[in-house]
């Protein structure tokens, strides 16, 4: 059924502005329907040569081309035009996404439409963004422009789980910001940058503003090294941003990380369990736990936990594992053989270790193949063991009991990490007072706290800068300061 091609070039790679064959002739990553394991596409692999050249587009793009001479509104014209490929091509999106990533195709298909209200977003900033600003200084005799310029050229290394959402947040701000790209694509799930580049095809960017390639590790470490690489933006594995930020430490090139969680949810006293376990389920089963922002470890008092963790069970029983098409499924699979066997031995972790397994920790009998796993709930979880202190990245719940609402606090803060967290109380003013306690950079007051595309981004070992929203658009800025004797009577928009 979904067999055929869903892009147009999958034996090339989108180069300076050109669909071309890969350094290595016929190198290739079969890409694997999550569902089912048969292979979904065949998709070009590029090498370390295929690294370089698109470096080299974009580096000369952005040194000699037009598009950083370009005003911010007529970019943004630019990103208008991706927007309206990007609506046409929602269809196509929402097959790969379910197809790669196992996302369920009736939740996939409506965020399809974020995807051009990314870019429009960002186009719209074009008119309202302080570009640039004027400042008297106490010198009278002197005035100060306040430029902020592209940073250059972008590195966007885009994970598999969520691939068409985060190369959004990525490229549009980038582009925006006058910055020219190269997107490397996970060879897990790589389709949709081949339909982005189709869109910026069609849209008539210039050659080497916007590059895709779909390669391994080594490739991406060649691009974070490449000194004509200005800015690396990553999504991924604090492990793996440990590793770029030393890497960009050398050569002081910029990075944005959005990294790595564990997140929690604290249910309160006053808060029902039941309407907790039906949102908190909701929740944990989107995308099958395949998202670092994930609530996956529910702090609660003790003497409410036997009855949270029995709520939660009964929830997850009723939440149907199955083929990620069929629109009566709730969940559907891993991405990969490799993350559900992650998934599983985390499971085995958390049973060794002691914690109470309450429900799931198996594959599901209904379904031969995919790569599924039961949504699982684990009780009387330590805070200090394994399955409640790394991101397992699957429907795997720890449950953690605490003395007090002040122990809670201190129990959700106990991590390395600080990306999201959702506080389950009746009384907002409360929400508020404990999400100021609370060292990450969301909370949500019964429910996830990422939903409003403010600012995205984590404390501590969840990364290091912000996506989405006006805060997205500085880090592809540099600023520049200019003293002038005077202002000029017309100061261009242009960078």
Known sequence: ????????????????????????????????????????????????????????????????????????????????????????????????????????????????????????????????????????????????????????????????????????????????????????????????????????????????????????????????????????????????????ASIC??????????????????????FDLEDAARTITSRATFLTGQFCYSTSRIIVSRDRHDELVEALSSAFAAVKVGDPFDSTTDMGPLATGQQRARVENYINIGVSEGAQLAFGGRRPTSVETGFFVEPTVFGRVDNRSTIAREEIFGPVLAVVAAKDESDAIDLANDSIYGLNAAIFTNDSAHALDVARQLRCGAVGHKRLGNEQNVAFGGFKQSGIGREVGREGLAPYLESKVVVLDNFPDAVTTAV
């Open 1 to 244: 059924m979904h067999r055929h091609s869903m892009v147009k070039h999958p034996t090339k790679l989108f180069i300076d502005g050109a669909w071309i064959d890969p350094d290595a002739p016929g190198s290739s990553f079969a890409v694997l329907n999550s569902g089912t394991e048969e292979v979904f596409e065949t998709i070009a692999a590029a090498d370390r040569a295929d690294a370089k050249r698109a470096v080299a587009a974009a580096r000369a793009a952005f040194d000699s081309g037009p598009w950083p001479k370009l005003s911010h509104a007529e970019r943004g014209a630019y990103l208008n035009a991706i927007a309206t490929e990007l609506d046409r091509l929602a269809d196509q999106q929402a097959v790969i996404w379910t197809t790669e990533a196992g996302i369920v195709h009736h939740v996939a298909r409506p965020r399809m439409e974020r995807l051009g209200g990314a870019y429009r977003y960002y186009a719209d900033l074009a008119d309202n963004y302080p570009f640039e600003e004027r400042h008297k200084l106490p010198d009278a005799d002197s005035v100060a422009l306040h430029i902020r310029e592209p940073v250059g050229v972008v590195a966007a290394i885009v994970p598999w789980n969520a691939a068409p959402g985060l190369m959004a947040t990525k490229v549009a701000p980038a582009l925006l910001a006058g910055c020219t790209v190269i997107i490397k694509a996970s060879p897990e799930a790589p389709c949709s940058a081949y339909l982005l580049a189709e869109a910026c095809e069609t849209a008539g960017l210039p050659p080497g503003v916007v590059n895709v390639l779909t390669a391994d590790r080594d490739v991406s470490e060649d691009l974070i090294r490449n000194p004509d690489v200005d800015k690396v933006s990553f999504t991924g594995s604090t492990a793996a941003g440990r590793r770029i």
């Open 249 to 270: 430490g050398e050569r002081i090139a910029r990075c944005t990380l959005e990294l790595g969680g564990k997140s929690p949810a604290l249910v309160l006293d006053d």
